[in-house]
């Protein structure tokens, strides 16, 4: 029990340290700067702080976003009767061409009926040729020859009916492109439910991202794009194509779809890929450090230096980056912007500004 006593004191004795500290170094802030305010000439005093002076400039608005690579178009290859495979007409991982016969399902009992219905049509038809011949001559009725051309048609009908069963037996390609690792074998019985294989057509490749509502009027068709995947240590480039007509109400984003160039076949569908889209260039844009930033209640200040001391100045602020924000208003060219002290300064406190070179990333 002692030994938990001696914790608690220990703690609560590094508590109070921790407030006298605080309290005491925000003491000597508020000294200093007092001290300073007094206007002793030559004396040089002021809190130390670095700045960039505000200038005019372009500013490329870049948009980065993530997105991922998908196929022009990719299918998964089923078959739509069950049965046993007969013959594999394609190597994984191949290249296949459009229409090409790709798996063949045992087929004997579909022929077998085929072959029943067409000698029954056969038959029909030679009755039905019979039929109409006593109609002319008025040995039958009309009721007559219509029964027997509805036993025809209704033949011909089944006949229709097991050619379609039999066109199912063959399975072929719906459009060019690369097939997959297959699921099968030669002997194996399938249902419409076992995965063949998938097929996919990748030159070109289609690459899906979204971006924030607020971007909707910059985005146009055949924008431009550049993005980067892990794969690889080189950018490749695409062109906007589609973009959806309605703003997802979940994620108050706009999908958009870009078609990208894969001609060696370097890119792999399910990539993911980061992407960079040019917006708009801003002229004469006023370009600050975002940690120049303070935010407030109301919006959003910046301390500049006047005469020596800090300024608290409310600003707008257009597009941001990963490092720099755009000032709509609230400053001027060759004002001097203290991007360092912002939890120190106070209105009017006296500042020793160090400048520092401010190249914008555009």
Do not use: C
């Amino acid at each position: 029990m002692k030994i938990k006593y001696i914790i608690y004191v220990l703690i609560v004795l590094g508590i109070a340290y921790l407030i006298y500290y605080r309290i005491a170094a925000n003491k000597k802030i508020a000294q200093d700067g007092a001290g300073m305010s007094k206007g002793k000439a030559g004396s040089g005093k002021g809190l130390q702080v670095e700045g960039v002076v505000v200038t005019a400039s372009d500013f490329t608005n870049d948009l980065e976003v993530t997105g991922t690579l998908e196929a022009n178009e990719s299918v998964e290859l089923r078959s739509e009767v069950s049965g046993l495979v007969t013959s594999i007409n394609f190597k994984e991982g191949a290249s296949v061409s459009k229409g090409s016969l790709l798996v063949k399902i045992n087929d004997r009992d579909i022929q077998a009926q085929l072959q029943e219905a067409l000698t029954k049509q056969r038959l029909s038809a030679t009755n039905e040729n019979r039929s109409k011949q006593l109609l002319e001559k008025g040995a039958i009725s009309q009721e007559e020859y219509d029964t027997s051309l509805a036993d025809l048609q209704s033949l011909k009908a089944q006949t229709q009916l097991i050619r379609a069963q039999l066109a199912k037996t063959a399975i072929y390609a719906p459009f060019s492109g690369k097939i997959g690792l297959r699921s099968i074998s030669v002997g194996g019985y399938i249902t419409p439910t076992t995965l063949i294989a998938n097929l996919s057509s990748i030159n070109p490749l289609k690459i899906s991202f979204s971006v924030p509502e607020k971007y909707i009027g910059q985005i146009k068709h055949d924008s431009e794009i550049t993005f980067t995947t892990d794969g690889f240590n080189k950018k490749f480039t695409g062109r906007v194509f589609a973009i959806e007509p309605g703003i997802n109400t979940q994620t108050r984003t706009l999908q958009i779809k870009a078609l990208v160039p894969n001609t060696n076949n370097e890119l792999l569908p399910g990539s993911f890929a980061k992407i960079k889209l040019a917006l708009s260039t801003v002229k004469d844009a006023l370009i600050i450090p975002n940690q120049a930033i303070i935010p407030v209640l109301n919006g959003k200040t910046v301390y500049i230096s006047k005469d020596g001391k800090a300024q608290q100045v409310k600003v707008e602020a257009g597009t941001r980056t990963a490092e720099h924000i755009v000032i709509t208003s609230g400053l001027s060219v060759g004002d001097t912007v203290l991007t360092t002290g912002a939890m120190a300064l106070k209105p009017d406190a006296p500042v020793k500004v160090t400048v520092v070179n401010h190249k914008s990333k555009i």
